[in-house]
């Protein structure tokens, strides 16, 4: 008996200290998959232009998928293996980074697949759409519901004319002439990321560049380089409005894009060497938290006033105009921001084919109160990116949320999930 019960507690020890599996008994691991997710992916951008937003692994990765694509349905079923391997890795006992790992690729690899059925023609909803994609479900509220906010922005800037043509023309006065843009737009991005680097610590390399384009359906947009490295245009074809300016330089850098990416880059990719990171695919569910985390960062660098007291010190005499109702204009901003939404319910009927392109133009004016050039570019942009667009307003409430619950030092929760694989289904 007393030998049985020896050799017993040696085996529940053994147990007690045995690693946990990492791969399944084929000997797959998360290593192997992530290596083949990174190849499905590439491939994918070969059949989508613009699908691949920033890569920076190896390059024969890269040619090897230029070289030699599958096709969509050979991609399909590419993404159904990828799924079938995941889900036999066992991650019993793993700690909660590679527990976290295993679902971050299993939902990217599901709106791969889900991208690759829309290119070989399957028709979705508009919240069926962006659930698949990025994994959160919109509301697509009646746009009646919006009415009292435009009732609130009609009693701030009473008068004649349409409330669009209204705003249009008191927004006239805080357009930042073009000749003044770099000069403005360096103050702003500079202090976007005095703000940030007191909280986060960045990579030592950090670096950007700053363009002006035109002939775009964005209004700024952050090509990631690697080596911590980003491009950032901005598209000058439209009014470029001094609040702009710190939006811009926020959202696409500091605490946006740029530091999102470099984050990304150095925690996952150079200290882990999971390779995953080192592409995003843009309809994955990563866009919703760097599209949410990019807008959040906004309110996070900036909070209470300080926006508008930084535009009426500092942007103001940069671009040359006058600060007399830059509280007004905050005000403006701040209902304008609840209207975000509205654009959702209107791109669904648009996308159905419920509503025309005229209809959907005129909605766009009166809902988001923007002239009819405006409002042409933005559904040139929803035509483009469909229901991307639910991670700009959706994805900063949700990000803002999920930061707000962590603790009261709020740049400690942003940089956590900027540095992080947490998906949106974890910030719900």
Not at 71 to 88: D, M
Request: charged share 25%.
């Amino acid at each position: 008996m007393r030998t049985f019960l020896l050799a017993l507690l040696m085996l529940l020890g053994a147990c007690a200290t045995a690693p946990a599996p990492a791969a399944d008994p084929s000997g797959d691991s998360l290593d192997a998959i992530a290596r083949d997710y990174v190849a499905l992916i590439l491939e994918i951008g070969e059949r989508e232009p613009g699908y691949v937003d920033a890569y920076y692994g190896p390059a024969e990765w890269q040619e090897a998928a230029k070289a030699d694509p599958r096709t969509v349905p050979q991609l399909i079923q590419g993404a159904a293996g990828l799924t079938e391997r995941l889900n036999a890795v066992s991650t019993r006992g793993a700690d909660e980074a590679t527990t976290q790992r295993r679902a971050y690729l299993l939902a990217h690899v599901s709106a791969a697949s889900a991208r690759l059925r829309m290119l070989s023609g399957e028709k979705m909803g508009f919240a069926d759409e962006a659930e698949a994609l990025f994994g959160i479900r919109p509301e697509l509220a009646p746009l009646s519901t919006y009415d009292p906010i435009l009732a609130e922005i009609d009693a701030l800037l009473p008068g004649e004319g349409s409330l669009t043509d209204r705003v249009t023309a008191f927004k006239s006065h805080y357009v930042i002439p073009r000749d003044r843009l770099q000069p403005v737009m360096d103050a702003a991005i500079a202090e976007c990321r005095a703000r940030t680097v007191r909280h986060i610590a960045l990579p030592a390399n950090e670096r950007f560049t700053l363009s002006f384009v035109g002939d775009k359906p964005w209004s700024g947009y952050n090509y990631y380089l690697g080596d911590a490295a980003s491009r950032i245009e901005i598209n000058a074809d439209f009014p470029i409005y001094t609040e702009r300016a710190i939006d811009l330089g926020c959202h696409e850098g500091y605490p946006g894009h740029h530091v999102y990416n470099a984050l990304l880059e150095k925690t996952f990719v150079r200290d882990r060497g999971w390779v995953e990171m080192s592409v995003y695919p843009l309809f994955s569910p990563m866009s919703f938290v760097a599209e949410g985390s990019a807008n959040y960062g906004i309110d996070l660098a900036f909070p209470g006033d300080e926006g508008t007291r930084f535009e009426r010190e500092v942007l103001f005499p940069l671009a040359g105009l006058d600060p007399a109702t830059a509280e007004k204009k905050a005000q403006l901003g701040a209902l304008t921001r609840r209207l975000a939404r509205a654009e959702y319910t209107i791109a669904d009927d648009w996308l159905a084919g419920r509503i025309d392109r005229a209809e959907t133009i005129r909605r766009l004016m009166k809902y988001t109160l923007a002239d009819e050039a405006k409002a042409t570019q933005r559904l040139r942009f929803i035509d483009t990116y469909r229901s991307y667009i639910i991670n700009y307003g959706l994805g900063r409430d949700t990000v803002q949320a999920w930061v707000e619950r962590q603790g009261p030092d709020h740049w400690a929760g942003m940089e956590r999930l900027l540095s992080s694989q947490i998906l949106p289904a974890d910030l719900d």
